[in-house]
Nanobody, 122 residues
Framework: QVQLVESGGGSVQAGGSLRLSCVASSYYTCMGWFRQAPGKEREGVASIYTGSGSPYYADSVKGRFTISRDNAKKTLYLQMNSLKADDTAMYYC??????????????????WGQGTQVTVSS
């Protein structure tokens, strides 16, 4: 049974930092982070492919967020710096990219975690 377990969310003031983690039950070549704010659609934040070039980032987080992974630990990370109130959302880990799908498409991943809440106060 596939499991993706996120952690690291919490409440922080604007300008602060958080690091999210996602532990997977299996190794996946492709993993990503998505987020969903209240009343909004789920959106892609970042994605990383083992053995490929640079990770992908949404324009809204470029320069502030960094996605990384530890393959030995089957763990995906999202380092979030200079957080803004607009970053407030439930953050989800995704794994197992579908061939030909965009990295930022929610239909492009087979597996999802339950999410971890990030709240940024201004």
């Amino acid at each position: 049974q596939v499991q993706l377990v996120e952690s690291g969310g919490g409440s922080v003031q604007a300008g602060g930092s958080l690091r999210l983690s996602c532990v997977a039950s299996s190794y996946y070549t492709c993993m990503g982070w998505f987020r969903q704010a209240p009343g909004k659609e789920r959106e892609g934040v970042a994605s990383i492919y083992t053995g490929s070039g640079s990770p992908y980032y949404a324009d809204s987080v470029k320069g502030r967020f960094t996605i990384s992974r530890d393959n030995a630990k089957k763990t995906l990370y999202l380092q979030m710096n200079s957080l803004k109130a607009d970053d407030t959302a439930m953050y989800y880990c995704a794994a197992g990219c579908k061939f030909g799908a965009s990295w930022s498409s929610i239909s492009g991943y087979y597996y999802w975690g339950q999410g971890t809440q990030v709240t940024v106060s201004s």
